[in-house]
């Protein structure tokens, strides 16, 4: 098992954990690129900047765009290494008060992170 | 090891095709030829067992020269020890599934082993059958076993399972896996379904008009190692439709339908009968006995 | 009723049958395996007679078989044989005259099995002849048959060529067909419609064996 450390556009830093292995699987080199995948749905959304929760990777953004559904809402979000869509329920998003020009803090565990070489 | 080296001119429905492929296979392994129809991957089964001669080039199986243009030599099909299945069985209607695999049997051979394939294909109630009686997955497996008789070093399967339900596909699939373990066979299949590919060989060659256009080992080839996940499939897009601001695509595994949600520019850029890879993180499906 | 002309007919078709069912296989059989650039040639020459008035095949068989020329007198000097105006000549003609209707639906029954049965057989060491006997024709038993019957009545209704090459010997030659018009010329109806009835039962009912056994009749009930 291996947890890897991968700076995304030069600035933010995303930690993933991984069953492979240098050995197991020769992509992961330092300085060696490779892609950062997360499904929608695990992305979390806080409006507190410095929450104290075990959550590894988050980026700072500001909603750009929120389509509201019965059940669940999708948010699109400006952040520095671009457009990260956000789905969670509608519930949570009223709540929340989550609309346009929001800033907001996107969180993403660090199992949820799949890496491609 | 199979080394082929073959040119031929091919008329086809879409008018010539010049095929020139090189081609080497490992002894034991199990190799398959994929691409679309008409690029030639039957045309070079057809010219390994001898049923088609090239025009030029040449053929050598584990250092024997089965064809040299240039020295002239052409093996017969009855003298290149191949066990061949073709897509539509070629079962004698004449004979009944004992009966068929017999006529396989060389002069001489110990007929000890009619019994064994039987046993082994679990044909044994069937052996008195005409092949007309039989179901299509019955049928492969006589074509199987009839191909096994003489004991070949390698098995050439042209598409075996296209014409079966995709249950009994599953089956055979397995089958041929413990065949070609058992039988210790170099076995080369042409296959479009890239479950199967993936499932039972080795390597694949990628044919395109008449030359290689890809190789590799079946799960790189495919794309299926290129993610750190681990939890992932190969299937069939069935179904994509929408739900709530989500899409919701149903995907064809093997023979369960599994569903996987997708945002809006995902399911933009799939369609119905797509292949695709379906895969998540080791870490996040629940695992319970049953 | 004289019998003679009748049984010198089924003699006749069953010698021809046999002949024809022998040689017409390997011909079939290359005919419908060959990719070779003479084959149409071939094929035009065994559906001749399909077309050609029976004389004109007659006419030059008779040229052919003759003593006074090169092929006859050769056969006549070496191997001491004389077609024409014998037995042995009407056989010879009606081979070839009856040649398509066996080599035809040999060769279209070859045609229609699919090429893997062959080649199956091929992969597993077998020679064509192999094939051929044990694969092949056991698979095309209704256009053997076929072949057979319609092989059989054809000669039975043959007329110019074998009046051409055969005359018209009593006991020789005199085959049905030709007893007919001999009684015919006579006036002598009541004997000509006698041949000719029997002929056209005997010939209808082999006809229609071959309709009802391809019809799969026999399918169902014989084999």
């Known amino acids: ?117 | 090891m199979i080394n082929l080296n073959l040119k031929k001119t091919l008329g086809s429905a879409g008018g010539k095709m010049d095929l020139d492929l090189q081609l080497i296979v490992e002894k034991g392994q199990f190799v398959t030829l994929f691409g679309e129809s008409g690029a030639g991957k039957t045309s070079t089964l057809r010219m390994l067992s001898g049923l088609l001669k090239p025009d030029s080039g040449t053929i050598e199986v584990g250092g024997t020269t089965w064809f040299d243009s240039c020295k002239n030599i052409d093996l017969k099909p009855q003298q290149r020890k191949v066990g061949y299945v073709f897509q539509d069985y070629a079962l004698f209607p004449n004979m009944n599934v004992r009966q068929n695999l017999e006529y396989a049997l060389r002069k001489g051979q110990d007929k000890t082993i009619i019994g064994e394939l039987l046993q082994f294909a679990e044909l044994g109630p069937l052996e008195q059958r005409k092949p007309e009686t039989l179901s299509g997955g019955q049928k492969q497996r006589v074509a199987l076993a009839r191909a096994l008789v003489q004991r070949p070093e390698i098995l050439i399967l042209d598409e075996p399972l296209s014409a079966l339900d995709l249950k009994m596909r599953i089956k055979l699939q397995e089958y041929l896996l413990q065949v070609h373990k058992k039988f210790k066979l170099t076995t080369i299949l042409v296959s479009h379904d890239i479950g199967e590919i993936v499932k039972l060989s080795d390597k694949v060659f990628e044919l395109q008009n008449g030359r290689v256009i890809k190789k590799g080992a079946a799960a790189d080839f495919f794309g299926l190692n290129k993610t750190s996940a681990k939890f992932r499939f190969s299937g069939e897009i069935l179904k994509i439709h929408r739900e709530d601001v989500l899409y919701v695509i149903s995907v064809l595994i093997g023979n369960d339908i599994i569903k996987v949600v997708a945002d809006r520019t995902e399911a933009d850029e799939f369609k119905i009968g797509d292949q695709v890879l379906v895969a998540s993180k080791a870490f996040n499906p629940i695992i319970q006995k049953i | 009723m004289d019998w003679q002309p009748l049984m010198l007919t089924f003699k006749l078709a069953v010698v021809t049958t046999v002949i024809l069912f022998v040689i017409s296989i390997p011909i079939a059989s290359w005919l419908s395996s060959t990719k070779s650039k003479i084959r149409p040639v071939l094929e035009t020459l065994v559906s001749m007679p399909l077309v050609l008035p029976p004389t004109v095949l007659g006419f030059y068989m008779l040229l052919a078989f003759s003593p006074e020329n090169a092929f006859g007198s050769w056969l006549d000097e070496w191997l001491g044989i004389r077609l024409i105006f014998s037995f042995g000549g009407l056989v010879v003609a009606s081979v070839i005259y009856s040649l398509p209707f066996m080599v035809q639906p040999i060769q279209a029954g070859l045609s229609s099995l699919p090429s893997t049965l062959k080649e199956a057989s091929f992969t597993m060491g077998k020679s064509y002849t192999t094939t051929l006997l044990k694969i092949l024709l056991p698979n095309i038993k209704p256009s053997l048959l076929t072949g057979i019957v319609l092989s059989f009545a054809h000669t039975v209704g043959e007329f110019g060529v074998v009046l051409m090459i055969g005359g018209n010997m009593p006991g020789k030659t005199k085959v049905a067909s030709i007893a007919i018009y001999d009684e015919v010329e006579a006036l002598n109806y009541a004997a000509a419609n006698s041949y000719s009835l029997i002929l056209f039962s005997v010939t209808f009912i082999i006809l229609l064996l071959v309709y009802l056994t391809n019809g799969g009749f026999f399918k169902r009930y014989g084999q």
């Open chain 1, 1 to 117: 098992m291996s947890v890897v450390s991968v700076q995304v556009d030069g600035n933010v830093e995303f930690i993933s954990v991984l069953l492979d292995t240098p050995e197991s699987a020769p992509y992961l080199k330092k300085d060696r690129s490779v892609k950062v995948l997360f499904k929608e749905m695990e992305v979390a959304v806080t409006t507190q900047k410095d929450l104290d929760i075990s959550i590894e990777n988050r980026i700072a953004g500001k909603i750009v765009d929120v389509e509201k559904g019965v059940l669940l809402s999708r948010l699109t979000i400006e952040t520095k290494i671009g457009q990260i869509i956000a789905i969670l329920s509608t519930l949570s998003a009223g709540q929340m008060g989550l609309a346009e020009k929001m800033n907001v803090m996107i969180m993403v565990k660090m199992n949820e992170i799949i890496l491609a070489p």
